[in-house]
C-alpha cells in the first residue's frame, strides 16, 4: 500500500512541479458567498496556454477577506514562492494572469507577513488551503493515510491507543475529556458490534471550525475515524452532519467514495481483516442533537432527545452497542498524532491541554476568520496580534468563548493562557471553538439576553428545569435589559441560574445559565444600572467588577 | 416478580437506612421497598422510566452530581440521600416552574381533588408560586367521542406517550416541536378523533398525573384516574 502511495506522491508532484504557478482559489463556504466560484473559472478561462494551473482549495483562513487565491511560484532552483490576495473578484483574473510573470498586482496583495499567518501552527489545518478537497490523490501526497495503513498492518489496536493517550488529546467538541482514555473504554467494552460516530452538529452562534475542516480536508476526518475504528474495534461509522452544510455533506459523500474506490474504507483494508464503513446522517437543525445521547437517538430515527447518563456511549450507545463519539476536530489530530508519534503532540500546548486547538474569530474584530494556535496563547495575542485587533482602533471589552455554554471574559483578563482549565476557572469554557470579540458598544445583559433566547428556543423540553427555567430567565432578562427590572429579579435570576445548572438532564441545561452567570461576575454594574435607572434612583452604583459566584 | 439466575446483590444506604438491591434495580424502587418517600411525576409502573421531571433527584455521596432516582441503579456500597435542604429547594422550585408553565387552575378542574400535580404541591408544601405565571393560550382537543385532551393541565410528563407505545402499541401519542412549545400530539398532529390509530383503549386517560386527558361528561373533581391496571398487566406479559 505504501509504494502505491509513494506513486501516487510522485505522480501529483510531478504534475504540481510541471506548471510553473499553481493557482488556489479557496473554495470553501465563506469564500465560495463572495463569488470565489466565478473567480476560479474567470481565472481558468485566463490561463490560455500559460504554464499554470488553477485549482479549488480549502479554507485559506482569512474569511474576512475573501475571495482569497494563493499563487504557488516554482521557480529555476527548486524552491517556491508564495504570494496572496484578498478580495478578488472575477474581474480581476485577467489582470493576476497577466501579471504571473511580472511583479504581483499590488492593489490586490495580502500581506502573508503578519502575525495573523506568522504566529499560527496548524496541524489540523495543515492542508486545508493547499490541497484541492475533492481529490484524494493530493491528500495521499500530502502524507495522507499513510497512519491509517501504519495502523492497520504494523500496530496493534492497544498501539494505537497508547499513542493517543500520550499525545495528552483532549475532546475538542467542549468537554475536554481525555480521547485515549474514551477510546480505552470503548475498546474494553464486550461485544462484536461497536460503532464511531463523528460529532459534526456544530451548532454554536459565531463558530464554524468544524465546517471549515469538513470543507477544507474531509479526508483528514475520515482517516481519524478509520484508525479510531481500528484501535476500538468497531467496523460501522456514521457522521452525523448538520443539514445547514450543504458543501460539507457534498465533499464529505465524495470523499467517503473516493477512499472506497482506493480499499481504504469498506472491507479488508490494506489487505487486512480490517473493515470499516461510514455512513452519513444528516441532522435537521436542532442545537441539542450535538448532546451525544440525543444524537444517537437521532440516528436511530428518534426524537432527538438526551437521556440521562450513565450508562454513557461507550458502554450502552448506538443501537444499545458500545460506541466512540468524537468531534471532527478530534478526528482530524488523529492522523498527525499516529505519524508523528504521540510524544511529538504532547510537546505542543501546557502541561494539562496539549496540541493545537482551531479557533474562529468573529465579531468585532479585524481579521475574521480562522485560526490554530497551540494551546496556551493568551487571549491578548489571540485578539490584539492574530485578529489585528478591532476595526478603528476599538476597544475590547469581552470576548465571548464556547458558545451557549459558555461564558464572556472581560478584557482585564486577557493575559490568561486559553486552556481547558484556565477557562473553566474564568467561569467560561472552552466550547468547540468560537470567540465572538465585543467591544464598548456591547450590553451584556443583551449578550446574555441574547443566549438565553437560543437556549430557550433549542431546548428539546424533556426535563423541566430547561424548558420552563429558561423561558424564566429569558423573560427576567429582557424585563432588566428594556429597564424595567428591579433588585428582587437578579435575585431570582441567580437562583433561577444555580437550579437550571444543577437539575438540568443534559450539557444543554446545565451550561444554559453560563453566560448569565458569567456577566453577573464580571458585568454585574451594567444590571445594576439598568435597574437604577428602572427604579427612578439617582444614586449612582458602585461598579463592581469581581462579585463571588 | 420475574426470577433470574446470576443475579448479584447490592448492599447499601439510603437516608441512613441499610437495604439490600438486586442488580439493575433503581434507587426509587428500593426506596418504596423500603418505606422511603421520593417525589416523582414522570415515573409510572409498568413502563420505562423517563427522568424528565427531576422531583426524584437525590444526593450520591462522593459525586456533586444529583441524579433522577428513577434511573440510578444500585451500586454496592453506594450511600444515598433522598431528603438534604438542597434537594428539598430545588424540589420546591421545579414545582413552581411546572405550576407556572402553564394554565393550572385547580378550583375549575377535573381532576380536583385526585391531581397528582396538586397532591405534589401540598406534599412540598408550595401555597403559593414564587414565580410569574406564563399564561399561555392553549387549545382543548375535543374530537375524541369518549375523551378530551386539555392541553392547559399537560405536564409532559409523557407518561400517556409511553403508555401508548409500550402497553398498548398503537403509537398514537407522540410529542412535537421544541422547548416550551413542546406538545402531545396524535399521530401526525391530527386532531385526536381523526386518529386512525388510535384504539380509544382509554389509557392514556388512566395513567395522566393531572386533568390534561379526561374522560368526557366529567364535571369538576369527578375525573378519577385508576392506575391499578398498569403492574397487572406488565406482570402477566412478563410470566
Redesign the interface.
Given at each position: 500500500m505504501h509504494e502505491r502511495f509513494d506513486e501516487i506522491t510522485q505522480k501529483e508532484l510531478a504534475d504540481n512541479r510541471a506548471a510553473q504557478h499553481v493557482v488556489k482559489v479557496c473554495v470553501a463556504a465563506g469564500c465560495l458567498s463572495s463569488q470565489s466560484a466565478e473567480v476560479k473559472t474567470a481565472l481558468e478561462q485566463g490561463v490560455n496556454g500559460r504554464s499554470c494551473k488553477v485549482k479549488g482549495v480549502g479554507c485559506l483562513g482569512l474569511c474576512s477577506e475573501g475571495p482569497l487565491v494563493a499563487i504557488e511560484k516554482h521557480l529555476p532552483d527548486g524552491s517556491s514562492q508564495n504570494i496572496m490576495y484578498q478580495n478578488v473578484t472575477p474581474e480581476d483574473a485577467p489582470a493576476i494572469m497577466e501579471s504571473l510573470d511580472k511583479e504581483p498586482v499590488a492593489r490586490l496583495l495580502c500581506p502573508t507577513d503578519v502575525p495573523f499567518f506568522q504566529r499560527q501552527q496548524k496541524i489540523v489545518l495543515e492542508n486545508s488551503g493547499e490541497i484541492d478537497p475533492e481529490r484524494i490523490e493530493e491528500y495521499i501526497a500530502a502524507d495522507g493515510y499513510r497512519a491509517l495503513i501504519t495502523a492497520v498492518t504494523e500496530m496493534a489496536p492497544f498501539e494505537v491507543i497508547e499513542q493517543i493517550t500520550r499525545s495528552g488529546l483532549r475532546g475538542r467538541g467542549g468537554g475536554g475529556y481525555p480521547t485515549g482514555l474514551k477510546w480505552v473504554t470503548v475498546a474494553k467494552a464486550p461485544g462484536p458490534d461497536k460503532f464511531v460516530i463523528c460529532n459534526a452538529d456544530e451548532g454554536d452562534p459565531g463558530a464554524f471550525m468544524d465546517r471549515a475542516v469538513l470543507e477544507s480536508d474531509p479526508h483528514r476526518v475520515l482517516e481519524g475515524m478509520a484508525i479510531a475504528a481500528y484501535a476500538t474495534g468497531a467496523n460501522e461509522g456514521y457522521i452525523y452532519v448538520r443539514g445547514e452544510y450543504p458543501l460539507a455533506i457534498a465533499r464529505l459523500k465524495t470523499a467517503i467514495r473516493q477512499a472506497q474506490r482506493m480499499g481504504l474504507l469498506g472491507s479488508n483494508i490494506a489487505g487486512t481483516t480490517f473493515s470499516f464503513n461510514i455512513n452519513i446522517r444528516l441532522g435537521a437543525g436542532?442545537f441539542v442533537c450535538g448532546e451525544e445521547t440525543a444524537l444517537i437517538a437521532s440516528i436511530e430515527g428518534r426524537?432527538g432527545q438526551p437521556?440521562?447518563r450513565p450508562p454513557y456511549p461507550a458502554e450502552y450507545g448506538l443501537w444499545g452497542k458500545p460506541t466512540l463519539i468524537n468531534n471532527v476536530e478530534t478526528f482530524a489530530n488523529v492522523p498527525t498524532i499516529i505519524r508523528k508519534g504521540g510524544d511529538w503532540y504532547a510537546s505542543i500546548g501546557t502541561a494539562k491541554s496539549k496540541g493545537t486547538k482551531v479557533f474562529a474569530l468573529a465579531g468585532s474584530i479585524v481579521n475574521t476568520g480562522l485560526i490554530e494556535v497551540p494551546m496556551g496563547t493568551s487571549l491578548r495575542d489571540i485578539v490584539y496580534e492574530i485578529g489585528g485587533g478591532l476595526p478603528n482602533g476599538g476597544v475590547c471589552k469581552a470576548v465571548q468563548t464556547g458558545g451557549p455554554s459558555g461564558g464572556c471574559i472581560p478584557a482585564s483578563y486577557f493575559d490568561t493562557p486559553v486552556d481547558y482549565e484556565s477557562l473553566k476557572e474564568l467561569g467560561s469554557i472552552m466550547g468547540s471553538g468560537g470567540m465572538i470579540v465585543m467591544d464598548e458598544s456591547a450590553s451584556m445583559v443583551d449578550v446574555a439576553r441574547f443566549f438565553m433566547e437560543f437556549c430557550?428556543?433549542?431546548?428539546?423540553?424533556?426535563?423541566?428545569?430547561?424548558?420552563?427555567?429558561?423561558?424564566?430567565m429569558y423573560?427576567i432578562l429582557s424585563k432588566i435589559y428594556q429597564g424595567e427590572g428591579t433588585p428582587r429579579d437578579v435575585e431570582?435570576l441567580e437562583?433561577?441560574c444555580d437550579?437550571v445548572s444543577?437539575?438540568?438532564?443534559c450539557g444543554l441545561g446545565q451550561s444554559a445559565p453560563n453566560p448569565v452567570v458569567s456577566t453577573l461576575r464580571y458585568f454585574r454594574h451594567e444590571y445594576d444600572e439598568l435597574i437604577a435607572g428602572a427604579n427612578g434612583s439617582q444614586t449612582a452604583v458602585a461598579p463592581t467588577t469581581e462579585v463571588a459566584s | 416478580m420475574k426470577r433470574q439466575a446470576n443475579v448479584r446483590i447490592k448492599t447499601l444506604k439510603i437516608d441512613g437506612i441499610d437495604v439490600g438491591a438486586r442488580e439493575g434495580e433503581t434507587i426509587l424502587e428500593l426506596a418504596r421497598e423500603n418505606g422511603i418517600h421520593i417525589p416523582t411525576l414522570c415515573h409510572l409502573d409498568g413502563v420505562s422510566d423517563w427522568g424528565g421531571c427531576r422531583l426524584c433527584l437525590i444526593e450520591i455521596k462522593g459525586s456533586n452530581r444529583l441524579v433522577p432516582a428513577c434511573m440510578a441503579q444500585a451500586e454496592e456500597g453506594m450511600e444515598v440521600f433522598t431528603k438534604t435542604p438542597r434537594l428539598v429547594t430545588y424540589r420546591k422550585m421545579i414545582l413552581d416552574l411546572l405550576l407556572s408553565e402553564r394554565n393550572h387552575v385547580c378550583a375549575v378542574c377535573v381532576s380536583n381533588g385526585h391531581c397528582d400535580l396538586q397532591s405534589m404541591a401540598q406534599e412540598l408544601g408550595n401555597t403559593h408560586v414564587g414565580l410569574p405565571y406564563l399564561n399561555p393560550s392553549l387549545p382543548v382537543d375535543a374530537t375524541h367521542p369518549y375523551f378530551i385532551m386539555d392541553h392547559n393541565r399537560c405536564i409532559l410528563c409523557q407518561r400517556c406517550v409511553r403508555v401508548c407505545r409500550e402497553i398498548e402499541g398503537a403509537q398514537t401519542k407522540g410529542a412535537m416541536g421544541r422547548g416550551i412549545e413542546v406538545r402531545i400530539i396524535h399521530d401526525l398532529n391530527e386532531p385526536w378523533g381523526q386518529s386512525l390509530t388510535c384504539t380509544s383503549c382509554g389509557k392514556c386517560v388512566q395513567v395522566c398525573p393531572t386533568g390534561a386527558l379526561l374522560q368526557r361528561g366529567k364535571a369538576v373533581g369527578e375525573m378519577v384516574k385508576r392506575r391499578d391496571f398498569l403492574p397487572y398487566l406488565q406482570m402477566m406479559r412478563e410470566d
Open positions: 436542532a426524537r437521556r440521562p430557550m428556543t433549542e431546548s428539546c423540553g424533556k426535563c423541566v428545569p430547561c424548558r420552563v427555567g429558561t423561558v424564566h423573560n431570582l437562583k433561577l437550579m444543577v437539575t438540568s438532564l | -
